[in-house]
């Protein structure tokens, strides 16, 4: 292990970290389809309710999104505005 | 690769960046537009009035729908929200960089929607009431609700930066990766090799538009809903207790 300078390595590490923390996605996925899911479920059952459901759809996908989307500027900050650099 | 927005001039030692000088623009064009659009006034509208009109009056309905009786007093505030931040962050249609994909542009406004909601709190409930819903359900809940409450600002500022930004740099890297391959296969058949930036990027015709509706115009239009919903969602919660 010679030949690397400590910058170097946290660079590789920060961008090992960034991808590791858009595994976060998959939460958010699955979390947005479970809702989709059910508004098709309501609006079928339902389907004079269907411009109620489709507006508490996109406020949950917003929310549910939000965990996401901080995975993703962890990710951003990791790899352009790093901190440990 | 520098992700920030540029700086076009300093005042002093303020830098100045592009988004700063993209939201003067924008905001200089809606009004602009609403002083042509309300000039000459008509009982039956065409034109710039009609467009006007219309939008005032999906406002307007938008924010009764979930805030009831004092929609009126929010409601411009929520329509120019829905405006400029739609708008702003459909720039990039134009290759422009979107307002919204600076932090700068979005926690300020969510910093004002986060003031408003807990000022109408007081306001609608009194101090004390503020206070007993703020420890609810138990007076230990107090450090947690505050902690909770304070988030919100952050999550919806980040949450609109976090998908404008995305597109960004999604589009810039279709669009490069593009580039890169016209000169790629103007390349496999030219004897003495042309450099990247001398090849006319033929591939980026035409079937980018697919992402670009997407990432500037359905994204920045939901996102900004997403927004001015929360905002008139949660500013009526702050007004009416759940428990009651």
């Known amino acids: ?85 | 690769m520098e992700l920030g927005p540029r700086i076009i001039f300093r005042i002093g030692s303020v830098p100045i960046s592009e988004t700063v000088c993209w939201s003067i623009i924008v905001s200089l064009a809606i009004l602009l537009f609403a002083f042509l659009a309300t000039r000459k006034m008509q009982t039956v509208p065409h034109g710039a009035q009609l467009l006007g009109e219309m939008l005032v009056g999906f406002v307007y309905k938008m924010v009764k729908d979930v805030m009831g009786d004092i929609s009126d007093k929010f409601a411009p505030y929520c329509g120019t929200l829905l405006v400029f931040l739609g708008l702003g962050s459909m720039l990039g249609l134009l290759d422009f960089r979107p307002t919204t994909s600076d932090l700068n542009c979005t926690f300020p406004l969510a910093l004002v929607t986060f003031v408003l909601i807990h000022y109408n709190a007081v306001k609608a409930q009194t101090a004390k009431g503020y206070i007993k819903e703020l420890s609810s359900p138990y007076p230990f809940m107090l450090p947690l609700n505050i902690i909770s409450d304070s988030m919100f600002p952050v999550t919806l500022a980040c949450r609109l930066f976090g998908n404008i930004l995305a597109g960004v740099i999604l589009m810039g890297l279709v669009y490069s990766g593009l580039h890169t391959a016209s000169a790629a296969l103007v390349n496999l058949f030219a004897d003495p090799d042309f450099t990247r930036e001398s090849i006319v990027p033929f591939f980026q015709i035409g079937w980018p538009l697919i992402l670009n509706f997407w990432f500037d115009m359905f994204e920045p239009i939901l996102q900004a809903y997403i927004f001015v919903m929360l905002t008139m969602v949660f500013i009526d919660n702050g007004r009416h207790p759940v428990e009651s």
């Open chain 1, 1 to 85: 292990m010679t030949g690397f300078t400590g910058a170097e390595l946290i660079a590789a590490f920060s961008s090992l970290g960034a991808g590791m923390a858009m595994i976060a996605m998959a939460g958010v996925g699955i979390g947005i389809g479970f809702n989709a899911g059910k508004t098709v479920e309501s609006t079928a059952r339902q389907p004079e309710a269907q411009g109620t459901l489709l507006k508490l759809m996109l406020i949950g996908v917003a929310l549910t999104e939000t965990a996401g989307i901080f995975a993703l500027v962890i990710a951003i900050m990791l790899l352009f505005a790093n901190p440990l650099l």
